[in-house]
């Protein structure tokens, strides 16, 4: 799924009717009364969605009424110099709820990452309480 792929999704299931033309996209604004289509979306080359309203909505009305947070209209960071995940290793409370997990890259890295609640990760772990790891079964990352 590309930024773009994301956004018309949405448009289509706001009854927006996202139509190309010429490597742009039109649609009506779900952020006001519209009646012809005032929108025009490109995908820049980084993959970002660029969005305009003709009748002068703001990206953030525009990305409320679509209930898309503002990193859908941005290409997800490659992750550069880090090589792949071979291993993720979650370190969880008492209660077994995740805090934050190591993850081992090939060629070998560490990197620790805590969830950001909404289905990503953030890769930093400030301010989360440091625990053991407790999993019998693989041991700690060496
Ligand atoms: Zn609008």
Redesign the pocket.
Known sequence: MTPLNTVLAALEAHGCNPQESGGQWAAL????E?SMP??SLTAADDGRVLVK?????SFE??AR?LDLPASAFFAPKPNKGLGRIVAAYSYTDEAGALLFEVVRFEPKTFRQRRPDGKGGWVWSIKGVRQVLYHDGRTGPPR
Do not use: I
């Open positions: 604004c779900p952020a006001h519209d005032s929108l309203c003709h009748g002068g909505c009305e525009f009424a």
